[in-house]
Structures are given as structure tokens and as C-alpha cells.
């Protein structure tokens, strides 16, 4: 009988040992050297308790699937246990560091181990309990685990999530744990980093020019670099902030599209050009707004409803931007390249979020990797919009002065002249001359050498007036042959002495009918001087003609002061 008891007790003895060997085999374990630095790829275990309440009692005995250990499960699994089978198989105990990058934006995490069957340790980091935090570094949950020698060693983490379930583990020794926590934010500082420069190069186009575009691109990528440095743990990083207090400023994802809308309807000019594409921007902007407002009081609704919105605003804009294509556009090219590929690298993130794939870091950081394509693809819209805003400035100038010179000799017209000369008699307070200038005989170089030799001879008076002015004075053709110069500041006989340098070079110079046949040709002139609180411009001009009647009467070839008659 004695000897039937033992044959049971070997055999359940076996029994339990093979059950052992095989749990140990269907669960992957991960086998610790002496050498050992760093596993950031390896496969765990992981279960859905979708009561949220099981004990690690229960969960033990429970089916685990196995995974990378890059997880994505969505919204629904709200808490999961994951389980990690280590052995360390040096003789002499092993410390290492398990790390979980993304815990800043996760609620808790519960690490139980165990060994011999026994929890040896228990640790909980709950984003809300300061107390907690014992285990968190910049956003990252870093537990230190000691090995024992020859032993295996399970993992079991209970993740619960405030939405969707992502997050990494990686096991790393003491120095490369350092090394991880120096650099697990340099890819997102970069990102940042660009999208600040454009903010800043955005909002100083606004400044300098008052284009809303600017303001509205400026705003768009604003929200953006915002939620990329919160969900990528930038923040967490640098401020330690996370937590559910952060939970709401996930909204600034939805305020994004908001201003990218703005930005199409300012930049495609939808409200006067293309009322149905402006009604349909406007109809997603209100429903967009009106989801942000009501994020103040249920974050978890809203952000579910975003989910819906987001592939409103996707078809909408796309709608839109190949509608603007069809109408031949000059931008909506520019549009579709840039916006096509933050939807692109967006879509790879919703899926990634919803669980539906797998966990890699475009899939993990493709909402940041597509605004930073995009903004540098629109950039390509805010440099063509200003070299046209540019050519059309030019052009507007080009007219004005077209507008307002003399098209043979390129000085300033009479109705312009008036206006320039007006200002100066508004602000002046000195004296100013006013020369009237006619060429002698003109009529007679016309009728003997023509039209074309006469209109030589008026450029070249004009040439010769244009070098002798100097900035502060006014220079125009008044009539056919005839010219005004506004001296401000100047006495009477500053301004004959002028005048007169005027006449004798004139009178040296030639102009040519033909190769062997010089035109010599002479001016007349008549000088004023007037106070604009005693003289304004019409009297002036009137003293100026009637001293040069005085030179043509006197012999011509000179130049006269206006004398007032007493």
C-alpha cells in the first residue's frame, strides 16, 4: 500500500512538472548574461481583463497572447496584464531596468515579480498620485529588477490606459538605461524644432504684411507642435506634466484642422470665387469648433466624436483641394501634395491607435512625421503666394509710375507735380523757388529737323535739369518744351545760380540730326521765390511764367527773377 502511494505522488509530481515544462515552454523566455546591455526587440505575453478588476491571482490562470513588445490594442482594451519570462543564467545576481518610454500619457502601471511562485516585489506608478512617482523619469516608467542567480524571474504589468492602449517595453543594464533616457526625445525635439521655425517665419509674414494665411498657418502648425510635443512626451520630459490634467489638451489636435480650413478658404479665395466649397469648409469648421467646446466637459466624448470628425475634415479638404485642381488653381497642387501626405502618414496613426496595426515608429509618430511633410510641402504655397503678391506690387508700381511720369522723358507729369508740390508747400515753413524753364525756338527745330530731333532735344534738356537737381527737389515736364523745377528751401538767388548752371551747359552741348550735323539749341528761364504762408503753388508758378516772358521779351538765352510790382 505504502509502496502504491508513492508511485501516485511520483506520477502527480511528474505530472505537475510537465505541466510546468510546458507552460515555461508555450511562455517565451528571455535568457540574461553576465554581458548583457540592452533587448528592444523581443516578444511577451499579453491578456485583455476587460472587468479591469482581476486579481494577478486570476490573471495567472488565464490564456496570454503573444505579442512584440511594441503594443497597440485601441480604445476598448482600456487595462492589460503583460507578462515577461526572464532567466538569469549567470551564477551571481543580475540587476536590469525595465523601461516604458510612453508612460506619461498612460493612467497606471502595476509591476508585479515573481519568483519561486512568490511576489517579491510590487510596485504601482499612478500618473495621478504624486506618491507614485518614485518609478518615473522625464515621462518613463524605469523599474530597477534584481535577478536572482540561476532563477527564472516573471513579469506581470498591469497597463491601464485613459484611451487607447499603446505603449514599449525594453530591458536595458544600468548604463544603457542612462544612455536611453538621455536620448528618448531627440527625434521629437527635431521635429518640434522645425515647426517652430516655421510658426516664427509664419507670424513674421503676418506682421510685415497683415495676409491672414500667415496668421492662420502660423496658428494651424502652433497646435500641431503643441500636441506633438504632448502626445510624443516632450512635455512630460521637460515639465513633468501628465496625467489626466493633460487629457484635455489632446483637444488641441481637433483645433488643428480649424485653421488649416481658414488657411484653404483665405488661400483659394473660396468666399468670393467658390461659395459651395466655402459653405462646405465653413459647415466642418463649425462642427469642429463645437466639438472643442464640448472637450471642456467630456475630453473622453470628444475625442471619440474627433475620431469621426477627423475623416469628415480628411474628405472635405481633399474635396475641395481637387475641386480647386479641376478649376486649374495655381496652388491646389501644392495643396494636394503637401495635405496628401500628412492624410497619408494620419491614417497610418488612427489605425495605429484603434489596434488595428502593428506598433513601429511611422505608425507610432505618424500624425508628427505627416504635419512636418505638410508644412513643408504649404511652404511651397507661402513662397508662391508672396513672389505673386510680390509681381503684383511691382505691377501696381510699374502703373503708378506710368501713371505718374512723362513717358519720353521720364520725369514726373503735371498732375503729379501737383500733388508732390502741393506737399511741399503744406510742410514747408523757408522759402521756396520756382523756375519755369522753356526751350527758344523749339517750333523751328521741329519744323527744320522734325518731330524726332525735337523730342531729342527735349530729352536732353531733361537730362541735363535731371543732373543738376538736387533729392529734395521737384522736377517735371509742364507743357511741350516747357519744364518746372520746385527748389524747397532755397533763396531766389540760389536757385538762379542754379538755373544758370543749367543754361550755360545747355547752351555748350549739342544734340545731333544726323552724324556731321550738330543742333545747338538754348533754354529761357523765369525764377520766383515764394513763402508758403504768404504764396501758394498756382501764384508761384504765375510769378515764374511772367519772368520768363520777361527773358523770351528780353532776347531769350537767359534767365529772369520774378520782380513784384510795386
Not at 503637401?338 to 507610432?364: E, N, P, Q, R
Not at 527735349?458 to 520746385?486: M, P, Q, V
Request: aromatic share 12%; glycine share 4%.
Amino acid at each position: 500500500m505504502h509502496y502504491i502511494r508513492s508511485v501516485i505522488v511520483s506520477i502527480v509530481f511528474l505530472y505537475a512538472a510537465l505541466l510546468s515544462s510546458l507552460a515555461f515552454s508555450n511562455t517565451p523566455t528571455i535568457t540574461i548574461q553576465e554581458d548583457f546591455s540592452k533587448l528592444e526587440n523581443f516578444n511577451l505575453e499579453y491578456y485583455i481583463d476587460k472587468t479591469q478588476e482581476m486579481s494577478l491571482q486570476a490573471v495567472q490562470q488565464q490564456d496570454f497572447q503573444m505579442s512584440s513588445n511594441r503594443i497597440s490594442l485601441g480604445e476598448s482594451a482600456k487595462t492589460i496584464w503583460i507578462k515577461i519570462q526572464l532567466k538569469n543564467e549567470s551564477d551571481q545576481p543580475f540587476s536590469l531596468y525595465l523601461h516604458q518610454p510612453e508612460m506619461y500619457h498612460n493612467h497606471q502601471a502595476h509591476l508585479y515579480e515573481i519568483t519561486n511562485g512568490n511576489v517579491v516585489s510590487e510596485r504601482l506608478i499612478d500618473t495621478n498620485n504624486k506618491d507614485t512617482h518614485h518609478w518615473m523619469y522625464r515621462g518613463a516608467a524605469v523599474f530597477d529588477i534584481t535577478l536572482p542567480a540561476q532563477e527564472y524571474t516573471t513579469l506581470y504589468i498591469k497597463s491601464r490606459a485613459f484611451s487607447y492602449q499603446w505603449l514599449s517595453l525594453y530591458l536595458y543594464n544600468e548604463d544603457q538605461s542612462k544612455r536611453a533616457l538621455l536620448g528618448q526625445q531627440s527625434d521629437t525635439i527635431l521635429l518640434v524644432g522645425m515647426l517652430l521655425s516655421l510658426i516664427l517665419y509664419n507670424l513674421f509674414l503676418f506682421i510685415t504684411s497683415r495676409f491672414m494665411e500667415h496668421l492662420y498657418y502660423s496658428l494651424y502648425l502652433t497646435f500641431g507642435c503643441f500636441w506633438i510635443s504632448l502626445t510624443y512626451g516632450l512635455l512630460a520630459d521637460a515639465f513633468n506634466v501628465f496625467g489626466s490634467m493633460t487629457l484635455k489638451w489632446h483637444i488641441s489636435l481637433g483645433a488643428m484642422p480649424v485653421f488649416l480650413l481658414l488657411f484653404m478658404a483665405t488661400i483659394f479665395e473660396t468666399k468670393k470665387k467658390y461659395p459651395i466649397e466655402h459653405k462646405a469648409l465653413l459647415a466642418v469648421i463649425v462642427l469642429l469648433v463645437a466639438n472643442a467646446f464640448y472637450a471642456l466637459f467630456d475630453i473622453i466624448a470628444a475625442l471619440r466624436y474627433s475620431s469621426t470628425l477627423a475623416p469628415l475634415t480628411i474628405l472635405i479638404s481633399l474635396i475641395v483641394a481637387v475641386s480647386m485642381l479641376i478649376r486649374k488653381h495655381p496652388l491646389a497642387l501644392f495643396f494636394l501634395l503637401g495635405h496628401g501626405l500628412f492624410v497619408a502618414c494620419s491614417a497610418l496613426s488612427v489605425l495605429f491607435y484603434k489596434g488595428h496595426i502593428s506598433y513601429t515608429y511611422l505608425t507610432s509618430h505618424g500624425v508628427g512625421i505627416g504635419l512636418v511633410l505638410e508644412a513643408l510641402a504649404l511652404s511651397l504655397i507661402i513662397a508662391y503666394r508672396i513672389r505673386i503678391l510680390r509681381e503684383i506690387k511691382e505691377t501696381q508700381e510699374e502703373l503708378q509710375l506710368q501713371a505718374s511720369t512723362d513717358p519720353l522723358t521720364k520725369l514726373l507729369n503735371r498732375r503729379y507735380l501737383n500733388i508732390a508740390a502741393n506737399k511741399v508747400f503744406d510742410r514747408s515753413h523757408e522759402s521756396i523757388s520756382v523756375a519755369l524753364i522753356d526751350i527758344d525756338n523749339f517750333k523751328n527745330i521741329n519744323d527744320t529737323y522734325g518731330h524726332t530731333i525735337g523730342d531729342k532735344a527735349i530729352i536732353h534738356a531733361a537730362e541735363t535739369l535731371k543732373s543738376s537737381c538736387r533729392g529734395k527737389d521737384i522736377l517735371a515736364r509742364y507743357g511741350g518744351e516747357e519744364f518746372i523745377l520746385i527748389m524747397p528751401d532755397t533763396p531766389i538767388y540760389a536757385a538762379k545760380v542754379i538755373t544758370e548752371r543749367v543754361r550755360v551747359e545747355l547752351e555748350r552741348s549739342k544734340v545731333y540730326a544726323d552724324q556731321d550735323q550738330p543742333i545747338h539749341f538754348t533754354i529761357s528761364a523765369g525764377v520766383t521765390e515764394a513763402f508758403p504762408m504768404e504764396t501758394g503753388l498756382l501764384d508761384a508758378i504765375d510769378q515764374a511764367d511772367r519772368a520768363l516772358y520777361q527773358a523770351k521779351n528780353s532776347g531769350k538765352n537767359q534767365t529772369q527773377l520774378y520782380k513784384a510790382k510795386v
